[in-house]
């Protein structure tokens, strides 16, 4: 059994998929509709869905909660990796948690992407 997608419910779609793109190298697959639901794809075909809270479901995202209650980790290959990953949205005015820092053996930082979701970028030794 392999993770097939994760579902984020976002007021701004658009926002949200264009910074997963443009700082973290996912790809859109689909988008449905103007800013309806969009499906971003890493290189391992891991979906991250972007939609509207659905009532179902409670209704509400995390800006209306005011919550950041998940957070998403990307893992990359190298430790200068991150340092580019953290250069880049320092450059674009992204939300950070401050510089990449040692921590749980590995070497991260976190941001918070479109939608109040918190992201951690980080390397670990192999």
Not at 34 to 41: C, K, M, R, S, V
Not at 46 to 62: C, M, P, W
Not at 99 to 124: D, H, K, Q
Request: aromatic content about 8%; overall charge negative; some cysteine.
């Amino acid at each position: 059994m392999r993770l097939n997608h994760l579902d984020f419910h976002v007021p701004d779609i658009t926002a949200t998929a264009d910074f997963l793109i443009r700082h973290f190298g996912l790809k859109l697959k689909d988008m449905r509709g103007q800013n309806g639901l969009a499906i971003l794809e890493d290189d391992t075909r891991l979906e991250i869905v972007l939609s509207h809270a659905i009532a179902k479901f409670g209704t509400a995202d995390q800006v209306e909660m005011g919550r950041k209650t998940y957070h998403i980790g990307f893992i990359l290959p190298e430790r200068a990796d991150v340092d580019a990953v953290h250069a880049g949205l320092a450059a674009a005015g992204a939300d950070l948690s401050g510089p990449p820092v040692a921590m749980r053996g590995g070497w991260l930082f976190y941001c918070t992407a479109p939608g109040n979701i918190l992201v951690e970028s980080g390397w670990r030794p192999g």
